[in-house]
């Protein structure tokens, strides 16, 4: 490592945008994802970042395939709810790009953001290294958290776990939310490799939240390995719902009769349970008080926007649609019956749009047939191509559909606002609109509507 390094001419200064600094991080490295840490860890050395999180902190981190973002939301708001400075560190966005970082629930300010990436590009200068936007971002995240002196950090891992950037920091709890085929360019086509990649994230005696009941080999040797305690949904913790508004939850020491979240249950549980086996002092109101108000875009979101009914969920694998329609099942009969119960309803029956769009590199293919194959009444689909260098073309999305779906119910155009134009216009107030496929295309809707 250079002591020293001359000021890159491109790099923007503290007087520069937020968006000026994201569009320079997005092009400063040779490819958006380079799994490994070997280039991560000189700089968040020279940022103090690690030290900080080891001494300062408790740790939560949180891998999976799927429920991450849920996860790591109830976490935070518990510890919130406790009296904890809890920080969150979540990807990808919806909106703006202030939503990755938080404290005390907040987003942090643009003005902090840029002061954190002014920070870690003169140490990636000093380390004479390039990063990826993904890296100089996380720990643009982890400086600030530092400074900020939180007393809890609940981090999302972006891919996978032991190369992921996340961790560099040493966990006090670890969850896996589950394990599934996806990202198989970086982590492997199976489940063993995925599971081994994931279960990186532990360190020697310390415990793990796994929250699906089928654990891939992998995952229970790296557990065996790191003299890890693990407490695994439907073994050591289980839940049940017990009505529309309330659920339970149980372990060896507790029945906790609970108010139901606006969040998955399953997801719900993961975080209850990594609170409880922590060290942090969390009692029953706080747990109770954070249930009630808890919250996350995009997640089996329900809305009602310009007169239609509307679900945003960002299932963007075979394993994310499975758990969507476990969801959207009951929904569907609620909201029916909801209809049928209305006088003012139109004649015509309620069926369901859906607003779709994915990345090239997901298998589209099984997440197109398993929402064709699940019995719900989808009339049309509203198609377009998302505003992202990875996106699938309408082309590949038509193609897909067609081998599932008669084309005449398929509705192509060439941007995601336009899609939403017409959903909106091709539907009526009993139908429900479901947006769904990739964080980005919900994003770009969400947008829509704001604009």
């Not at 560190?89 to 002014?118: K, T, W």
């Not at 349970?273 to 109101?285: N, T």
Request: with cysteine; glycine share 4%; aromatic share 8%.
């Amino acid at each position: 490592m250079s002591d020293s390094l001359a000021p890159n001419p491109d790099s923007p200064n503290d007087k520069a945008s937020l968006t000026e600094w994201l569009d320079y991080m997005q092009q400063i490295h040779v490819s958006a994802i380079d799994m490994g840490l070997s280039r991560v860890l000189p700089v968040a050395e020279a940022l103090g970042v690690v030290k900080s999180a080891q001494d300062d902190a408790y740790v939560f981190t949180v891998a999976g395939t799927n429920g991450k973002g849920s996860t790591t939301a109830v976490i935070a708001q518990m510890c919130l709810a406790a009296g904890y400075k809890t920080a969150l560190y979540q990807s990808p966005h919806l909106s703006a790009f202030n939503e990755r970082v938080r404290i005390n629930g907040e987003m942090v300010s643009d003005e902090i953001l840029i002061n954190a990436f002014c920070k870690v590009e003169a140490a990636r200068l000093q380390c004479a290294l390039t990063l990826s936007f993904f890296e100089m971002t996380t720990l643009a995240a982890l400086l600030i958290f530092a400074e900020a002196d939180c007393d809890v950090w609940v981090l999302e891992v972006g891919l996978g776990g032991r190369l992921d950037v996340v961790n560099i920091i040493d966990p006090d709890m670890a969850v896996i939310t589950n394990i599934g085929i996806d990202h198989v360019d970086w982590l492997g086509d199976n489940v063993e490799d995925i599971g081994r990649e994931k279960a990186g994230i532990l360190r020697n005696d310390m415990p793990l939240i796994y929250g699906a009941t089928n654990m891939p080999t992998s995952v229970q040797q790296a557990i065996d390995k790191n003299q890890a305690t693990c407490y695994q949904v439907g073994k050591d913790f289980h839940y049940r719902e017990i009505d529309a508004i309330t659920w339970q939850y149980s372990n060896a020491a507790v029945t906790l009769q609970l108010p139901r979240p606006a969040l998955s249950l399953t997801n719900t549980a993961n975080a209850l349970s990594a609170v409880l086996a922590s060290s942090l002092a969390v009692d029953i109101a706080a747990i109770e008080q954070a249930l009630q108000t808890v919250k996350l875009a995009g997640r089996f979101d329900y809305r009602e926007l310009e007169n239609r009914h509307w679900l945003f969920d960002v299932a963007h694998n075979e394993q994310g649609v499975e758990f969507l329609l476990a969801q959207l099942l009951p929904l569907w009969q609620q909201h029916v019956a909801k209809q049928n119960s209305d006088e003012q309803t139109n004649s015509a029956p309620a069926t369901i749009k859906m607003l779709f769009s994915m990345l090239a590199d997901k298998d589209i293919d099984k997440v197109v047939q398993r929402l064709t194959e699940s019995g719900l009444p989808i009339s049309d689909w509203f198609i377009a191509e998302i505003d992202y260098p990875r996106a699938a073309s309408t082309e590949q999305l038509q193609r897909i559909l067609s081998n599932y779906v008669d084309s005449a119910q398929i509705h192509e155009f060439k941007r995601l606002s336009e899609a939403t134009d017409a959903v909106i216009n091709g539907s009526q107030a009993q139908d429900l609109i479901v947006v769904c496929g990739s964080f980005h295309t919900i994003g770009e809707v969400l947008a829509a509507f704001e604009e």
